[in-house]
C-alpha cells in the first residue's frame, strides 16, 4: 500500500509550522493508544527515574556554545496494552525536574570565565513504548511522542571580561515559560522479580521559543536541544 503526505517533511519544520509537527507527534501517540491488533495485555507500572542532561539552545543569531550539564529525574507511569507478534506496545507518561540551558565557549582572544544560562524545567512527555523481547529477562524499547514543559526559574553565571559578537542574551531572561517539542528514545530493560531496571538515552528536540521572535526583536530562533542519560525503576501494580 503507498502512503501520500500532503506535506513534505521539510514544510513541517519551517517557521510558524513547528506546532504542525508537535500535532501530528501527538495525534500518531493518540493512534498507537487506540489500535487494538494483538494478543492483549493489562500491565501498569510506576516508579522513579532519575540521570543527568547535555543541554543546548539554538540561538539565531548564533552563540558559540559547549554543553551544559544538568540533572533530570521525576516520576514514571507505564501501561502495556497489548503484545503484536514480537512487539509489546505501550504508552508512557513522566513528570521530571529538568535543568538546561547554555554554556558559551570562549574564544581564544577572551579573557574571563565561561556564561552559563541555567533554566530549571517541569516537563511532562507523553510517550509512545515499544518493546522487543521476553516477558521476563531483557528487552530492547523504543520511546517516542510530544512533550510539554514550564519554566520554573533560570539564572545566569558569569560571563567574559571582553565583548563577543552576540551580547542581547546577557540578561535578558526568557520570555515565554511554556516549552513544546518531540522527544525520543531508546534503552534497555531488565525484567526481574524485584522490578524493572530500565536504562536509556533520550534526545529532545524543541519546537517552541523562549525568547519573543517577532520582526522587533534581536533573536529569530531560541529553542532547546537536550540529550539525556537516565534510570528508571519500575515495578508492576498489575500484571
Given amino acids: 500500500m503507498n502512503v501520500y503526505l500532503p506535506v513534505s517533511p521539510g514544510y513541517l519544520f519551517r517557521k510558524g509550522r513547528r506546532p504542525a509537527l508537535f500535532i501530528a507527534c501527538l495525534f500518531l501517540l493518540c493512534s498507537t493508544a487506540s489500535a487494538q491488533l494483538g494478543e492483549q495485555r493489562s500491565n501498569f507500572a510506576v516508579g522513579i527515574n532519575g540521570g543527568m542532561n547535555y543541554a543546548m539552545v539554538t540561538l539565531s543569531p ?141 534526545y529532545y528536540f524543541g519546537l517552541a521559543d523562549f525568547y519573543n521572535n517577532t520582526k522587533k526583536d534581536y533573536f529569530s530562533r531560541s529553542a532547546h536541544s537536550v540529550i539525556s542519560a537516565k534510570v528508571t525503576y519500575l515495578f508492576d501494580l498489575k500484571k
Fill in 62 to 202: 548564533s552563540v558559540k556554545q559547549g554543553g551544559q550539564m544538568g540533572l533530570n529525574g521525576g516520576i514514571t507511569a507505564r501501561y502495556i496494552s497489548e503484545k503484536y507478534f514480537a512487539m509489546i506496545c505501550g504508552l508512557q507518561m513522566e513528570i521530571n525536574f529538568s535543568q538546561r540551558g547554555w554554556k558559551e565557549a570562549l574564544d581564544e582572544e577572551q579573557i574571563g570565565d565561561p556564561y552559563f544560562r541555567t533554566m530549571n524545567y517541569i516537563e511532562v512527555p507523553f510517550l509512545a513504548h515499544l518493546a522487543f523481547g521476553r516477558e521476563r529477562g531483557v528487552r530492547f524499547f523504543l520511546n517516542l511522542g510530544p512533550e510539554v514543559a514550564f519554566l520554573l526559574s533560570e539564572k545566569e553565571t558569569t560571563k567574559p571580561f571582553t565583548p563577543v559578537s552576540t551580547t542581547e542574551q546577557y540578561g535578558k531572561m526568557a520570555d515565554s515559560r511554556f516549552d513544546y517539542g518531540i522527544t525520543g528514545g531508546a534503552g534497555l530493560e531488565i525484567r526481574t522479580g524485584a522490578g524493572n531496571f530500565l536504562l536509556e538515552g533520550r
